[in-house]
């Protein structure tokens, strides 16, 4: 599996460094701004969109699903990277590294993991806004590939968690719903 992962990492990054304003979007889709910064402006706006009462709270418990997802992700990914760590693919392969080195583990890729999450909690309230953002968060994970920061593997992976975890919660939200509805109403 590591070979294949190495291989298509090396096939998409192969893509860089040919082409400058190909270069110049992918180093802005793969910041830690541009996509994050916009997920988060989505969230803001659901959580003030909705024609009704019953809409407007359905699509705050879904914010609020989505925030827990971001902290349990970011946890999980916290876990894995304290018994598992990955070298970035700059460090041991010659890459067109269009990006900044960071010096964090490479599996499971966190920013895939949060974006995935927001993308998924949000899906499960408005499936529209919801394939945006898995769409935004699609791109976000190509160009960090793309850009040389992480393997294809990292992305998939952290992309499955924050699924996961958004999904769980999702599922689960009747447990905890008096609370949401409480944080809802202060927040009101």
Known sequence: MANV??????????????????????????????????????????WFAGINQAERQRYQVGVLVALISIVIVSGTVMFVNSF???DRPFVNMDVLLLFYKPTDSSF???????SFALAA??????????WAMFGAAALYGFARVFSGVHYPLDIIVGGGIGMGVAGVLH???KLFEPLLMAVIRVAR
């Open 171 to 173: 599922w689960s939200k």
């Open 5 to 46: 992962d190495t291989v298509l990492f090396t096939w998409i990054n192969r893509g860089a460094g040919h082409i400058s304003v190909l270069d110049s979007v992918m180093k802005w889709l793969a910041s830690d701004y541009l996509v994050p910064g916009s997920l988060c402006l989505i969230l803001l706006s659901m």
């Open 108 to 114: 499971p890729a966190n920013s895939a993991a949060v």
């Open 84 to 86: 598992y760590f990955r």
């Open 121 to 130: 909690a949000i899906w499960a309230v408005n499936r529209r806004i919801g």
